[in-house]
């Protein structure tokens, strides 16, 4: 395989401590080296990137890019395809989109971009099979999905029961079965309510049925994370998304897992990379999309940002990680597990809504939505999602726009020139309803993320908190040789932030595997990317009694056939197991 030089550029990489340094990166067999020998280098690429910035590939732990979901909003807005279409190339497939692109556009547009790991933030287990379809066809990138378990009717039984070890079995087997990474709760012991047409909105109130409240689903798959030494933290999307008043609310929720101990088992996986700082993740708890999180008032009339207790709440917090959801302005696609979340802002919306209760397992959502700068509360949420970034430590903080929901992730270009140009905030906040001055402390910080920063908040902080750090977000020796060079001079004037746009918006260089993949924007290779999963081995007894409830239950209450349910790994892109036994 190829051997690779990036000579000369200016490196940025937060885990280990590289903040601005001129070296040279070797790649040898898709991985980042230590050096090349002499004779090693005479056959390498050499790629001269004297003045530019180079950071390891980028990492989206939280997006929305295959699946059910995501195509009911593409087929609910046929509007976003006719009207951009891309055209085939030579070695690329024809797409359109620019809110929920084509599966193939994704690949491209997110590569192009400098980002080459992308998570899936909301796999329905019966879907699986359908994400996995769409991960297939999407080229390039990394990718992996969280299950949705907050609602999950085996989850419940076995918790309400008391038995976290039974709960801890079907969750393993569950993960193997339909090829996914980790635990994602929505809006926990709510979306079953939903299916009554209601919700829950404490962490103490139970939910129909099964009579489990919130705070009980958040510590007992808390402890089953735990207790299986998985790879991430439980990740939360927590109850009461978009009222105003929610953030105490909030803080409550981040509460309950203050007293669980993270315990990753990774000697299935480990490959003994090494970085400065470490690249274990140190949370529990991965609270997701926080600008919805953060609602301050009591109704619309009196709404404003609470970013600063939120943040305040996360830097002194060792158990807590979160991801901003921060707004951009313009049309995007709200689309969640959470059923009754969304159901309230279809209400208040008055356009098209999808709902969709997913047998057993949980629900989903679908509203398309533009944010408008004129709009009081909207002007709010984008200041709030630019706090978030700006007053958290970034070593706790994740820089996202739950694509498409608050945003499509094409926007995270100008998102980055709000958090790195204090100009382009003040001129953005100019054309805002007054409120976003007015009701967030955004018009008094004076803050600007560094190169450093920003490859902390979309690089290493990702990379670690999601389990990755052995492979991803860093740049050190064993590390995947996914590498980033943006055409932008180290010494960068932030008050030219369309320079800053315009650099971020196209890599010079993505380097995939130690593949020079795209330049400037054009896609030169378009390779298969690998689909992580998570196959813990834990307790046969157990395993044998889990499985023979879910099959007695689809037997009484599923439409599908049990044998139909498991993702064989033939649906799967370079099927790649982070084996665990716990046994
Ligand atoms: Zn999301």
Known sequence: MTKMVIKGGTVYDPLNGIDGEVMDIFIK?????????????????????????????????????????????RVMCPEDHYKSPLKKTHNTH??????????YAQGYKYSSMGYTTLFEAAVPPMLARHTHEE???????????YLLLGSNWFVMKYLKEGNVEKAAAYVAWALETTKTFGIKLVNPAGVESWAWGKNVHSLEEENIHFGISSGEVIRGLGAVNEMLGLPMSIHLHANNLGHPGNWEFTIDTMDVAKNIKPAVNKQGYDNGVKTKYSH????????????????????????????????NYVNKSDHVVMDSGSVAFGKAICMTGDGPGLYDLAVMNGQKWANVDVELECGSGVVPFVYSMKNKVHSVQWAMGIEL??????????????????????????LITWLMSKKAREDTMKLCHKWAGERSGLAG???????????TVTRATPAKAIGMGHRKGHLSPGA????????????????????????????????????????????????????????????????????????????????????????????????????????
């Open 135 to 145: 991960f297939k066809v999407m080229p390039i990138v990394d990718k992996a999905g």
């Open 445 to 455: 910080n004076d803050k600007e993320l560094s190169l450093y920063d920003l490859a």
């Open 280 to 311: 274990e993740r140190e949370q529990s708890l991965y609270m997701t999309h926080m600008q919805f999180h953060s609602f301050g008032g009591t109704s619309w009339k009196d709404f404003e940002s609470k970013a600063e207790d939120i943040s």
């Open 480 to 583: 995947d040789a996914d590498i980033t060079v943006y055409d932008i001079s180290p010494d960068y004037n932030s008050s030219d932030y369309a320079a800053i746009e315009k650099a971020f918006t196209t890599a010079l260089f993505t380097i995939k595997d130690g593949e020079v993949i795209t330049k400037d924007g054009r896609i030169i290779e378009t390779p298969k990317g690998r689909t992580y999963y998570v196959d813990a081995k834990f307790n046969d007894e157990l395993r044998n009694e889990i499985v023979a409830d879910v099959q007695d239950w689809f037997r009484r209450y599923y439409t599908v056939n049990f044998s139909n349910y498991p993702v064989p790994d033939l649906y799967l892109t370079k099927p790649t197991p982070l084996n665990i036994n716990v046994r």
């Open 94 to 103: 024809c797409g359109s989109g620019e809110i929920v692109p084509s599966t």
């Open 29 to 73: 067999d898709g991985k980042i080296v230590e050096n090349l020998s002499d004779g090693e280098l005479k056959d390498a690429k050499i790629l001269d990137v004297k003045g530019k910035v180079v950071m390891p590939g980028g990492v989206d732990s939280h997006t929305h890019v295959a699946g059910p979901k995501v195509n009911t909003g």
């Open 389 to 414: 970034l700006l007053l958290t430590d970034p070593r706790k903080v994740i820089m996202t726009t739950d694509n498409p929901n608050a945003g499509p992730f094409t926007k995270y270009p100008q």
